[in-house]
């Protein structure tokens, strides 16, 4: 894979380079947001790490900007603050994983490469369920002609409710098919994820689809 570590802290960014060049990837390194946008729009990158607090344009800016110009590149977001809302508000923009700083190298690595193997998976064509049907290449739900964008966790954990129809789906099941193994996902986390979900569906025509809580087991997709 190609990388690129856009990342200010020139000590920070020499550690990573050598990590990852020893781990057999190819990397280049930016240390402001202008040129780590830019460069992330080219499209010829293979995934992205992204520092959050970087001069020009912060990093949280840059991953808004991307994804709004359908950049598909795989972003993990670098990031000094373990907070619940800031990491809710990194994947809401299109984040596909986050670590917090100080990072061990060797967890860096381990989810670089994990983002590496989900990045390469075949996507299904179209998977319809309940009146939705979801377009992969898009990452949108279409519902009586009507469109609505997913980020990335969203579509994740939407796709799998739609694949277990009328099926409760464990807590434990949307987790590991949102956050990558290992992750520290927060007790609301995945609340506030489905509570998204529901607000972003319910305009687009998809009142006759319930995602119902299951209090003590998980989630349901189901028709009303």
């Known amino acids: 894979m190609h990388i690129l570590v856009i990342e200010d802290d020139t000590r920070i960014a020499a550690l990573v380079n050598r990590a990852l060049r020893e781990a057999g990837y190819q990397v280049t390194l930016c240390y402001d947001g202008v040129e780590g946008e830019q460069k992330l729009l080219t499209g010829q990158f293979d995934l992205a790490l992204l520092d959050i607090m970087l001069p020009g344009l912060d990093g949280l800016t840059v991953l808004e900007r991307v994804r709004r110009k359908l950049c598909k590149t795989p972003i993990l977001v670098l990031t000094a603050v373990d907070a619940v809302p800031k990491i809710v508000q990194v994947f809401d923009l299109g984040a596909d994983d986050y670590l ?19 990045a390469t998976r075949e996507e299904p064509t179209v998977l319809a369920a309940g009146g939705i049907s979801l377009d992969p290449a898009r990452r949108v739900a279409v519902s009586s002609g009507r469109e609505v964008a997913l980020t990335r966790k969203q579509y994740r954990l939407l796709e799998l409710l739609m694949k277990r129809k009328g099926v409760i789906t464990s807590r434990e099941q949307l987790i590991e098919a949102g956050w990558i193994p290992g992750a520290d ?40």
């Open 100 to 118: 917090v700083k100080p990072f061990i190298l060797e967890i860096l690595l381990a989810r670089v490469a994990a983002l590496g193997r989900r």
């Open 185 to 224: 996902v927060k007790e609301n986390t995945l609340d506030v994820y489905i509570h998204g979900l529901r607000s972003k569906l319910q305009p687009v025509g998809s009142q006759s689809v319930i995602i119902r809580t299951v209090h003590g087991l998980g989630y349901i997709f189901e028709e009303a």
